[in-house]
């Protein structure tokens, strides 16, 4: 169905439209490699200051009067994402130790609750991981409420749990707490048999949080003044935490620190490093005496992970070993064995086994173990699947053949949920474009059952009469200017005729290896209901093909990114399915930097663009080290700062650099003023410049949350209305408001 976009209340003289806010320019400049950049806006960056703060509200304040007529559209929007999901829900159980845990949602209540039932060992092990029957609303008979989040939150401007654990003996709970969006969490400790919580309260804690097997240390991660990962850190239970040990300090700017515990739970494993090679270091918990074990030393430049465990041998007798996921001679990285003595010796006189092969089609993510398989993570023609291998044999001449769970879409994504060193199943989340979230138990291969068993336990349930064989989603491919083809995954609601008359929007992010793998959006559907045709443009950057796809998207390749993303969208004005006119786009965090950068290449493509916590000032921020992970970002972009090479490439995309004299179209940036990873600055600046150059007459918007971090603010709820502004902005733009005849909710 053709549709028109409403009348706006700039189209009627008589409505009277606002001026947008007008930063004054304080003109700073920045040299660097003989090149001096004006910039009139740096000092919105002085986030204390009651101007900015003044000129953000303003900001509002204009967003919400230029777009105070889709409120209506934004309502409904908002009702069909509620209407579709099941508010008072639950998690599936997942069994640790002696216990199932598992999390409640209930229906007005912004958060989840954190519970647990005890678990049952009968000797049937198959059943006995089966996880217990809990249903919505009902409480089962010993359950047990480990964190009630909205009690946690109430009267607190935002909330967040960055971590939590149990000790093996299920008497303590450890969780933390981030009340301002920033990313910085303050951890707590209960003790379940009383629900008193312990004096130890540790500040400043970062993601990530463990407890020996013993339960008396608990382990943690600390950031350093630009937000990065550095030290790793170990509190004794009942001692001051001004006594804290610093098991690991990290003080190359450029590497990110993280840790857990391996599998067996027999060593603390520290992962270090960086997009291109990285460090791991082992510290064994039965040796009090032991200190850090180096796997491959990073000077060897190799991007791997490793994970210690015990292997039997035909003996029967268990031998420490090694499994290392690496790169070394092999891009799309590969599996191999390693005996801990081999690491002793220089690295290219090291004997390793290999376990799985390099493949130029065949992306290998990474392997843990349980007690009797190998799991491999891979991805394979853009999908991303689970592989499994009989620990029996394994690295020698009898070693069993993979075994992959079956599933029956083209399009699909499937990920290990979770898995208990000692269970007899291992958890699987799967998810396709229009299957909602599914979770599994695969049942591992014995001999008397080879091909393992996949197990449903739950499909997460859609409300409002949603029927998945409504819509269609297809593979299709792009054409870049250098020849190359580009994936993309077409959404569109089946009764959507191809006659060139349709809305359509085109979604990309293309950094850091990450792929945008298929999966179920209830919001999205609210698009598809009006008949947009929804294409996720898998561009280079990101890791949909392989290692190689991510490398020729980044630092000095970066453009292909921008480029693919506008072939992508040539594709869809060419398709039949839309009109050239009526095309979005939208993209998030370094998404925002590629929307960003498409608007200054190729505005006239494009009815509208939404950027979601932008990176648009890009070179800016990574010419500072000091503001938060900017060094961390050299690996992505290149080094500006030593490289003047790399700082004319930056300068020539980077988004708020590049602003020309142009007819923009719509464009609304959504930020927030707690964001740590992208600064609410760079969209305030952005959108200033954009008005001062734009040579058209479409409204240029921010909106920012000014009590949410990078994912926008934290309740559900309010989540739900975030997203219903970002389509009803996209919807209407694009004259797309109406549902298709027989859509929404039923």
């Not at 559209?73 to 002696?98: M, Y």
């Not at 998810?431 to 336990?457: C, K, M, N």
């Not at 920012?704 to 389509?727: C, N």
Request: with cysteine.
């Amino acid at each position: 169905m053709t549709q028109t976009p409403l009348q706006h209340p700039a189209d009627n003289p008589a409505a009277a439209t606002p001026a947008p806010p007008v930063a004054r320019k304080v003109p700073a400049e920045r040299t660097h490699h003989g090149d001096t950049f004006v910039d009139n806006y740096e000092w919105l960056r002085e986030k204390e200051s009651d101007e900015v703060v003044a000129h953000l509200k303003a900001e509002n304040a204009y967003q919400e009067a230029v777009t105070a007529h889709q409120e209506p559209l934004r309502d409904a929007i908002f009702q069909e994402i509620k209407g579709r999901t099941q508010e008072t829900d639950l998690s599936v159980p997942n069994r640790k130790d002696g216990w199932w845990y598992f999390s409640r949602s209930v229906e007005g209540k912004e958060y989840g609750i954190q519970c647990r039932v005890r678990a049952q060992d009968t000797g049937d092990r198959v059943a006995d991981w089966t996880p217990p029957a809990v249903e919505a609303g009902v409480e089962i008979p010993g359950e047990e409420v480990l964190l009630d989040c909205n009690v946690e939150a109430e009267g607190k401007p935002f909330f967040s749990v960055g971590g939590s654990a149990v000790t093996v003996d299920g008497n303590l709970y450890a969780y933390a707490v981030d009340n301002s969006g920033d990313e910085r969490f303050t951890l707590r400790i209960k003790d379940l048999r009383t629900g008193e919580l312990l004096p130890d309260i540790i500040e400043n804690t970062f993601y990530g949080v463990s407890f020996s097997p013993d339960g008396t240390r608990i382990f943690y991660t600390v950031v350093d003044d630009s937000w990065r990962p550095y030290q790793v850190k170990a509190h004794v239970l009942g001692t001051p935490v001004t006594e804290d040990e610093v098991i690991y300090q990290e003080d190359d700017v450029a590497m990110w620190l993280g840790f857990e515990l391996s599998s067996d739970r027999r060593h603390l494993v520290l992962g270090i490093g960086c997009s291109e090679y990285s460090e791991t270091r082992l510290l064994r918990f039965d040796d009090p005496s032991a200190t850090l074990t180096t796997v491959i030393p990073r000077g060897e430049r190799v991007l791997y992970e490793a994970e210690p465990f015990l292997l039997e041998g035909p003996d029967g007798q268990k031998t420490e070993r090694i499994v290392i996921t690496h790169n070394r001679n092999a891009v799309n990285s590969m599996v191999s064995l390693v005996d801990p003595a081999e690491l002793e010796k220089p690295l290219a006189q090291q004997q390793w086994t290999t376990v799985v092969e390099h493949s130029d089609d065949v992306r290998i993510n990474g392997a843990g173990v349980t007690s009797t398989h190998l799991v491999v993570s891979v991805r394979k023609d853009t999908i991303e699947r689970v592989q499994v291998i009989s620990l029996a044999g394994l690295g020698t001449a009898t070693q069993e053949p993979p075994v992959e769970p079956a599933f029956d879409e083209e399009l699909y994504t499937a990920g290990v949920g979770g898995s208990d060193y000692e269970a007899p199943v291992i958890r699987l989340g799967y998810t396709s474009y229009f299957t909602p979230s599914r979770v599994y138990d695969f049942v591992l291969p014995t001999p008397e059952q080879p091909a393992g068993e996949l197990l449903l336990r739950k499909e997460s349930p859609v409300l409002g009469g949603y029927n998945g064989e409504d819509y269609v989603a297809s593979r299709e491919w792009a054409e870049a200017a250098d020849g190359t083809r580009i994936p993309l995954s077409v959404l569109r609601h089946k009764s959507v005729a191809r006659d060139s008359t349709a809305a359509g929007l085109v979604y990309g992010y293309g950094s850091y290896e990450l792929s945008m793998d298929p999966g179920f959006g209830i919001a999205r559907l609210s698009l598809l209901d009006r008949g947009i045709v929804f294409v996720i443009a898998h561009i280079r950057g990101g890791g949909e093909l392989g290692r190689h796809w991510y490398e020729d998207g980044k630092k000095l390749s970066k453009k292909n990114t921008f480029t693919d993303f506008i072939a992508a969208t040539d594709w869809l004005a060419a398709s039949g399915w839309v009109a050239p006119d009526r095309i979005a786009a939208l993209g998030g965090s370094a998404g925002g930097l590629l929307v960003g950068a498409v608007a200054n290449i190729a505005p006239e493509k494009y009815a509208a663009v939404v950027a979601e916590v932008p990176f648009v000032d890009a070179l800016n921020t990574i010419l500072d080290p000091e503001l938060p992970l900017s060094a961390l970002e050299w690996e992505e972009w290149g080094n500006p700062i030593t490289d003047p090479t790399v700082y004319q490439y930056m300068k020539s995309y980077t988004p708020y650099e590049n602003v020309r004299e142009a007819a923009y179209p719509k464009i609304a940036a959504v930020t927030s003023f707690n964001d740590t990873r992208v600064l609410y600055v760079e969209p305030a600046k952005w959108v200033q410049e954009l008005r001062n150059k734009t040579t058209g007459s479409e409204p240029i918007v921010m909106k920012i949350e000014m009590d949410g971090g990078h994912g926008g603010a934290s309740g559900r709820y309010v989540q739900w209305r975030e997203r219903a502004w970002d389509y009803a902005f996209i919807a209407d733009s694009l004259g797309a408001t109406e549902l298709l005849p027989g859509a929404g909710l039923k």
